[in-house]
T-cell receptor, first 117, second 115 residues
Framework: GAVVSQHPSWVICKSGTSVKIECRSLDFQATTMFWYRQFPKQSLMLMATSNEGSKATYEQGVEKDKFLINHASLTLSTLTVTSAHPEDSSFYIC?????????????FGQGTRLTVV | AQSVTQLDSHVSVSEGTPVLLRCNYSSSYSPSLFWYVQHPNKGLQLLLKYTSAATLVKGINGFEAEFKKSETSFHLTKPSAHMSDAAEYFCVVSDPAGTASKLTFGTGTRLQVTL
């Protein structure tokens, strides 16, 4: 099956610093990638849709300037958490859609656990 | 608008007994429905999906789910639980059908399997 690789799998950073998370589709081209956030013991919430070659589409309530998304190529999307604060600590998961016939199947990365201290 | 409701936040079963994880959905379109499993600190793994073909869908690891339009349900079952099934399970709907473009997750059901 298709593989989506997310890096790093975990990161600890100091308050006020920025952290970049990468999401790569390893064996297919992904024109669209999605970024989700999961708080402890809660479900996944879609943060934004990353579109190759254009601006990301953010869900309501997600700060665009805080969560910078770049989708510069068909195999890579990055999420940068800028000026991180402890409340940004969470589990971030990306997914990439691969067309399969008339459908598109979503494949998920393994997630990144961010801890801001 | 689309939504899913997972009726149980926590289910506990004994090893070897059947598993039932309940999910109801709401969608303006013919939905695609998925079940994903998440083990601790891991990403998501697709168990099975329904995309308007057969209403009884068989997935990996012995899991299956039945799409019932009249009941707007997509419950996940397994005849015999194994210790390795202990994990968080998410029922997911995509809208419009088949594109998986925007997934809406249920709140999750934590499955505990005891000896």
């Amino acid at each position: 099956g298709a593989v989506v690789s997310q890096h790093p799998s975990w990161v600890i950073c100091k308050s006020g610093t920025s952290v970049k998370i990468e999401c790569r589709s390893l064996d297919f081209q992904a024109t669209t990638m999605f970024w989700y956030r999961q708080f402890p013991k809660q479900s996944l919430m879609l943060m934004a849709t990353s579109n190759e070659g254009s601006k990301a589409t953010y869900e309501q309530g997600v700060e665009k300037d805080k969560f910078l998304i770049n989708h510069a190529s068909l195999t890579l999307s990055t999420l940068t958490v800028t000026s991180a604060h402890p409340e940004d600590s969470s589990f971030y998961i990306c997914s990439a859609g691969r067309p399969k016939g008339v459908n598109t199947e979503a494949f998920f990365g393994q997630g990144t656990r961010l801890t801001v201290v | 608008a689309q939504s899913v409701t997972q009726l149980d936040s926590h289910v506990s079963v004994s090893e070897g007994t059947p598993v039932l994880l309940r999910c109801n959905y709401s969608s303006s379109y013919s939905p695609s429905l998925f079940w994903y499993v998440q083990h601790p600190n891991k990403g998501l793994q697709l168990l099975l999906k329904y995309t308007s073909a057969a209403t009884l869908v068989k997935g990996i690891n012995g899991f299956e789910a039945e799409f019932k339009k009249s009941e707007t349900s997509f419950h996940l079952t397994k005849p015999s639980a194994h210790m390795s099934d202990a994990a968080e399970y998410f029922c997911v709907v995509s809208d419009p059908a088949g594109t998986a473009s925007k997934l809406t997750f249920g709140t999750g059901t934590r499955l505990q399997v005891t000896l």
